[in-house]
């Protein structure tokens, strides 16, 4: 099956500091992968789209120099949490499509829970 | 706005009993994909079943299947035989076909299996 992982699963870090949260498609290639960030008890709020080589599409409210993905290569994305801050403590997950599996159907990594002291 | 909506924030169902969970949609497109996630305690989403939109028949998937009322914008999940196991989170989610793929959920609905 189509296998996504994140790393790290949990990060402490003080405030103001950067933390890099990657997302890895482990068995196929993702043209297209999704950040998302769920607060407790709540739905999975859509943060970004993601495209291999080209710059991220960010969703009205979320702030593009905070949040900084990259999309390098066909299996790996990265989400920079800039100057970090409390109000930034959440659950981050990423999710990838397989353009080669059914269409639109997204796989989910196991997310990373941020905690900013 | 194409926006789902989850009515039953919470549920809760004897073990081996049958238990539906509600989810409606608006959308103005015609060409869509429909699904139910789970996420455990362990907040690993995990797809429960998928429907496409112009598919008639109800999509099932072992004790779980849909009833998928295109016209009332309806996708309810049915599950049968309920095990502890299925003690999760459950998010309805759309996405619009021929777009970037990125899903549209509701506010989930927590289910509780009891013993």
């Known amino acids: 099956g189509a296998v996504v992982s994140q790393h790290p699963s949990w990060v402490i870090c003080k405030s103001g500091t950067s933390v890099k949260i990657e997302c890895r498609s482990l068995?196929?290639?993702?043209?297209?992968m999704f950040w998302y960030r769920q607060f407790p008890k709540q739905s999975l709020m859509l943060m970004a789209t993601?495209?291999?080589?080209?710059?991220?599409?960010?969703e009205q409210g979320v702030e593009k120099d905070k949040f900084l993905i990259n999309h390098a290569s066909l299996t790996l994305s990265t989400l920079t949490v800039t100057s970090a801050h409390p109000e930034d403590s959440s659950f981050y997950i990423c999710?990838?499509?397989?353009?080669?599996?059914?269409?639109?159907?997204?796989?989910f990594g196991p997310g990373t829970r941020l905690t900013v002291l | 706005a194409q926006t789902v909506t989850q009515s039953q924030p919470e549920m809760s169902v004897q073990e081996a009993e049958t238990v539906t969970l509600s989810c409606t949609y608006d959308t103005s497109e015609s060409n869509y994909y429909l699904f139910w996630y789970k996420q455990p305690p362990s907040r690993q989403m995990i797809l429960v079943i998928r429907?496409?939109?112009?598919?008639?028949q109800n999509a099932t998937e072992n004790r779980f299947s849909v009833n998928f009322q295109k016209a009332a914008k309806s996708f309810s999940l049915k599950i049968s035989d309920s095990q502890l196991g299925d003690t999760a989170m459950y998010f309805c989610?759309?996405?619009?076909?021929?777009?970037?793929?990125?899903?549209?959920f509701g506010k989930g609905t927590k289910l509780s299996v009891k013993p």
């Open positions: 429907q496409e939109a112009y598919k008639q």
């Open positions: 999710s990838a499509v397989n353009p080669s599996g059914r269409r639109n159907e997204q796989f």
């Open positions: 068995d196929f290639q993702a043209t297209t």
């Open positions: 993601s495209n291999e080589g080209s710059k991220a599409t960010y």
């Open positions: 989610a759309f996405v619009v076909g021929g777009s970037q793929g990125n899903l549209i």
